[in-house]
């Protein structure tokens, strides 16, 4: 992808308030969901193929997450949706969910407990290597509040602070279940904000989606794109770069220049 090896860039924008907050995207820009995910799949998917139909699922629930969008439909069940999603792609590669079996490390006997297994396994994920470093830098450097603002449910979040070895960095979850409300409808970001006392100047968004950072954006907060293979496949990493106060390249240590990302934008205002 082109512009995602080279240097944090961070642009000069309009007068801010010094940050206060940090609003996080969790799964993808935080978590590596997609090892888990390929573990999980049901043992009669060919190894060849479980790679891409991992992401191929994955871009499934952001279509269907889109879609729901669009129509003003309050949030589902994160599991509900990446069920049927699931399903939907196993039938796209001519393999029948009732009858797929469960991974051989699952302990789990064929039928739809293996559907079960993979839905589940969006509830457990390591964080990414450089993650933890840079959310302590800002916690306990910089002294910023640090949030989580992603679509899913509350129970979704709980299980993945702990299984990454996140918990106890937030100072708060906010998942679309908790709001009432999907990102990236502005009233997402907006009662977030409200509920922390701070103002889109006082705050930075930190996503590696850009829908999310565009919705964001429009609101007045600053944004921060962090770029992960796994996600943003079909955007053009130059745009995307283009339309951010920060872009943090994988050969840059990837979250871990947040920091003097977030320094910068103090220092600007």
Known sequence: MAGAHSSP?????????????????????CLDWHSGVIRALPAAIPE????MLALEWREEFFSELHSRSQQNLPPEDIDVTHRRTLLRILHS????????????DSGTAAGPSSIDVAVQAWHNMA???????????????????????????????????????????????????????????????????????????????????????????????????????????????DVVRRENDAFLGENDGGMQGLRSAIEAFDQAA
């Open 127 to 237: 964080s990414w290597p450089d993650v933890l470093p840079a959310l302590t830098a800002l916690k306990k450097e910089l002294g910023l509040e640090l949030f989580v603002l992603a679509n899913g449910t509350t129970r979704l979040q709980l299980d993945l602070v702990r299984s990454s070895g996140l918990e106890g960095t937030f100072n708060m979850l906010f998942s679309s279940e908790l709001l009432g409300v999907d990102k990236p409808a502005p009233e997402a970001y907006e009662k977030a904000m409200n509920l922390v006392k701070v103002r889109p100047e006082e705050a930075v968004m930190v996503a590696a989606h850009a829908y999310d950072l565009r919705a964001a954006k429009r609101l007045g907060l600053k944004t921060v794109y962090v770029y992960r293979w796994t996600d943003d496949r079909s955007e053009d990493m």
């Open 48 to 51: 060849l193929i479980r790679p």
């Open 9 to 29: 860039t961070v642009q000069s924008g309009a007068q801010t308030r010094r940050t206060k907050a940090v609003f996080f995207d969790f799964m993808g820009t």
């Open 93 to 104: 590669v001519g393999l029948d969910g009732s009858t797929t079996n469960a991974p051989p």
